[in-house]
């Protein structure tokens, strides 16, 4: 098994509320979990091969519950990456050369039932964790906004953050609003839901702790 390690930032946007029931091991609040992914690795490796400043995202459709299966999902590969890298993030992303069920790409790998075609393409991304803010395009697939959450009444940033001490993710996340829609093969659409903004340290063993 190659080891692999990184260090990057995510966006995630979900179909649950703020919050994001799965965080707290309860059920989706919409009875399905649908999910738009996307991350900025800034450094890291896969075995000798480097993944520095490359980046990766996918589309997730479970029918219910995340642990219940029946997902199915895209991949998209930067298309930037020559012939080792695109391999060595797609052993990644479907959980290969991990420890079971050691992060979240192990984890939703072994609930995908669906897995379509990965797609090498463009993928605009930047995303500032500090302050909530996130744009992710893919031409012809998806697009992602992400924003702070607004009090109602002031208008005014509102900053809460989730702390997963033995998360499979990362142990600390910032979380904002999101909005996505897509279109091809796997096809969400929804607004002013689960942002999620998130420094990681991922490697082969899980989240590299602080």
């Not at 179909?15 to 965080?23: H, K, R, V, W």
């Amino acid at each position: 098994m190659a080891h692999w390690e990184f260090r990057g930032r995510e966006l995630v946007n979900c179909s649950c509320e703020y919050g994001c029931n799965c965080q707290f091991n309860a059920l989706p609040d919409k009875g399905h979990c649908y999910a738009v992914a996307a991350i900025q690795i800034d450094e890291g490796r896969h075995g000798d091969t480097p993944l520095n400043g490359l980046r990766i995202a996918a589309i997730f459709k479970w029918p219910g519950a995340i642990h219940e299966g029946n997902g199915e999902a895209i991949a998209f590969v930067d298309r930037q990456a020559d012939e080792a890298q695109r391999t060595a993030l797609l052993r990644i992303m479907t959980g290969q050369d991990t420890d079971p069920f050691a992060t979240m790409f192990a984890v939703y790998a072994a609930t995908v039932t669906n897995m379509h075609e990965p797609v090498f393409t463009d993928i605009e991304f930047e995303v500032d964790v500090e302050g909530r803010k996130g744009r992710l395009s893919i031409p012809n697939y998806v697009e992602m906004v992400g924003e702070p959450i607004r009090n109602k009444v002031t208008g005014e940033a509102s900053r809460a953050q989730i702390v997963l001490p033995a998360g499979f993710e990362y142990e600390v996340a910032d979380i904002g609003s999101a909005s996505s829609k897509s279109a091809g093969p796997v096809q969400v659409d929804f607004s002013d839901s689960y942002g999620q903004f998130a420094n990681l340290h991922l490697s082969s063993h899980g989240v590299v702790r602080s």
